[in-house]
């Protein structure tokens, strides 16, 4: 039942970093590539192999490089959910030394690439790279033809330094995405956030519904997540919410952007938060500390 406490940043608390395409990309750069959904720790340790060579390399970009939408959505129709949406993602590397996110966008021609070809026509013609990190279990290139170490090979012959991380283990089993998504579908918020090495989190727009909750003297707020976002498993959680606007009365921890309060969330098809009243319109973002209640 319980959790730790992370307070989740309200929209405009930061300066983020930029979202680009990869004609827009700063250059040259140094890249963590992969998808990176959810940055848990396996992912931060890929970066980190960017940002910590930042110093020696100053002309290069830190940089994640990322595709969108998912391979798997374009090649095999399936709907993928994502741990972190883009935006939700700036949110999450600014702090890790990232100076860009580039997203590339995936095609059915670009799947058709061979792995030189990739690596010529993206890593070296669109962003210049001069360093680039994966995991070892990296796979790029026509049917998944090219591996971290043919990366390596070819990355070579092209100037660029190319470092493969090992994949991070945990007990039996490594930390993934996958993991994080089975722990959150059973309601298990603790395993997610240990994984994750944060809460996880999700935010939306509070939109009008019936009115039942405040007839009832309990006023909820109707939250609208982007159909993108995965959520956990159905039930009722403790909650942190920020709220974006004008003060309520009992409001906590206030800051120029928003206000911190406690709150149940309700997740069912609509995520219904049970907390203050809230007008239709407000944004709001937050995350769920403690496994759901029984």
């Known amino acids: 039942m319980g959790g730790s406490i992370w307070l989740p940043l309200p929209l405009g608390s930061v300066a983020l970093i930029p979202l680009r395409s990869p004609q827009e990309a700063l250059r040259p750069t140094a890249i963590a590539l992969g998808s990176f959904d959810g940055l848990h720790q ?43 949406l883009p935006a939700e993602k700036l949110h999450l590397l600014e702090p890790l030394g990232i100076e860009q996110l580039v997203l590339v966008p995936f095609s059915r021609e670009l799947a058709a690439l061979s792995p030189e070809a990739f690596v010529e026509q993206v890593l070296v013609g669109q962003l210049a790279a001069q360093r680039v990190a994966v995991g070892d279990n990296f796979r790029f290139g026509a049917g998944r033809s090219g591996d971290s170490q043919a990366l390596a090979v070819i990355g070579a012959r092209h100037g660029i330094e190319v ?8 007990g039996e089993e490594r930390v993934s995405s996958s993991r994080i998504r089975r722990a959150l579908a059973a309601g298990n918020l603790a395993e997610a956030a240990r994984l994750l090495d944060r809460p996880y989190r999700f935010g939306g727009r509070v939109v009008r519904g019936r009115g039942l909750g405040r007839e009832l003297g309990w006023p909820t707020a109707n939250l609208q997540v982007d159909g993108r976002k995965f959520l956990p498993q159905q039930g009722v959680y403790a909650a942190w919410v920020w709220l974006q606007g004008e003060r309520l009365a009992g409001e906590r921890l206030a800051s120029p952007t928003g206000f911190l309060v406690a709150a149940v969330v309700t997740l069912l098809s609509t995520p219904l938060l049970a907390t203050l009243a809230r007008d239709a319109g407000a944004e709001v973002s937050g995350h769920v500390p403690r496994n759901k209640t029984q």
């Open 42 to 84: 396996g992912h931060r340790r890929v970066i980190a192999a960017v940002t910590a060579a930042a110093g020696n390399e100053a002309a290069a970009i830190p940089t994640v490089v990322s595709f969108w939408p998912h391979p798997r959505e374009v090649l095999h129709g399936e709907a993928r959910l994502r741990l972190d």
């Open 163 to 170: 470092e493969v991380l090992p994949m991070l283990w945990d």
